[in-house]
């Protein structure tokens, strides 16, 4: 039997569903969803109910439509302690945060029967993390680590249902092992490709978790005053993620702040011997294109050695000209299509009537605390990460005074993720004593 034949997906959200659709494609797969039970997992587990299991991909472009289909699942669990049988795959789709308790809760014998553990947007270190758990518990199960999740998925009305849309499929993914090349990785490269999109393995899966935008641009562009302000106080005017001063967040303190957190994580992928990022390379060829009137390929390739405020003018003129999408079509009043008018969530009440925190920033400061903890642990500077930090616990201390009509969410907690922290940099540490080792060895 090879791993897909059973497939377990943890997570209720609609990355679970277009997972599902994609691993069922392959004949002979059966798949299972399980997820905690919540507020918001209800309607999930009731729209399932009512399908009969049977869920539904659509797409919104017509280019996407690899990712379309249909399929029914094969089981559900309702609390991740109540799953049961043999899962040979087991598919983290929660948040990074999210992957520790996830799998405390699965039953021992569950878990000692998993042979490998995909990660589909995991952060810096989970693939560690995740390791150093299994370790603990005797286990060596390969993990699997995917730079990011494959698009934009959503419910079409906002809540749980049986079915989704895929509105986005990225040009292109990165995917590393913990086994380096492997049967398992092959299959999820194959089933990635059939999408249309390219996968690049790497060689370490750290390396494929650093290949993620979000880790370069989110802290900045949410740990400022204006977002933290929009996110966290004002009803009004609704601000903009991507647009400049006064619209949005974006000015050139805000890319100073982007450029220099970028320099700080490159140094601890350094110090690791993991191969950095050129972030302005990574802005458009993995993200979204400019006009070559706009950014040079010369000053693309050229980025890492500019000086810093050479490099602050080009991604400040990257987001200047994605202000709109340059490569739409201009209406007749010459205007092109409003490519930066993504509003900044607000604090929300969440099913449960409590003040929540939305996705971003509230990923982002697992996210950056993590890669503040391990700075630490390598001793490797990061001011800017420290300001951004305290500027975003501060902002949720406030919240946290100013929101006393309801109960708050955990996401309200100044933390320090101590414990993931700790088992991240265990990990960090084992396998820079291999590589010393490995130094150390003399060559035949
Ligand atoms: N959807 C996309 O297009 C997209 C794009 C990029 C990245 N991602 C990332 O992919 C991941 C999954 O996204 P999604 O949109 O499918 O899901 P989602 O709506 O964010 O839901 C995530 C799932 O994680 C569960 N969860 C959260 N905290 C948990 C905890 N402490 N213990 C156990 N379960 C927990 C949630 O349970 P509850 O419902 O009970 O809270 C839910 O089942 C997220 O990290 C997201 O940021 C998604």
Redesign the pocket.
Known sequence: MNDFERVLI???????LQLAVMVKDRPGSVVAIA???????DG?FLAFRESDRKVRVDVQNDKNRGAAGECVVDELFQG?ETVAGEWRMLVL??????YT??LR?LDDRVLARVRCVVL??PTFGSNSLVRNFLTSQGLNAEVISFS??L????WPEGVPADRVL??AVKKRLYIGSSRGQSANLDLLCEMHHRLGVAMEVVDDPVEAETRNISLYVHPALFMNDIALNAVFFETEPVKYVYKLVPEGPVAPSLVHEMVAQWKELTEICRQMGVPGVNLLRFMVDDSYPVREESISRRDVERFERLPSIHQEYLVYVRYASLLVDPFSEPDADGRYFDFSAIPIRRVFVDGAGRWEVP?MPK?DYYRTKVIQGVARHMGVACPTIDTLIARYEHALEDAGRAHTDRPLSDAFVVRDFREDVAMICDEIGKARGDRRADMGRPTT
């Not at 997820?35 to 997992?41: C, E, L, N």
């Not at 698009?151 to 959503?154: A, L």
Request: hydrophobic residues 30%; aromatic residues 8%.
């Open positions: 943890a997570g209720t959200g609609p990355t679970s997820g905690r039970k919540s507020v918001r997992s999930f991740f789709a929660v948040t990074a945060d999210a308790h996830v809760q589909v947007s990011s999740y698009g934009d998925t959503r895929t509105a996705r990923e």
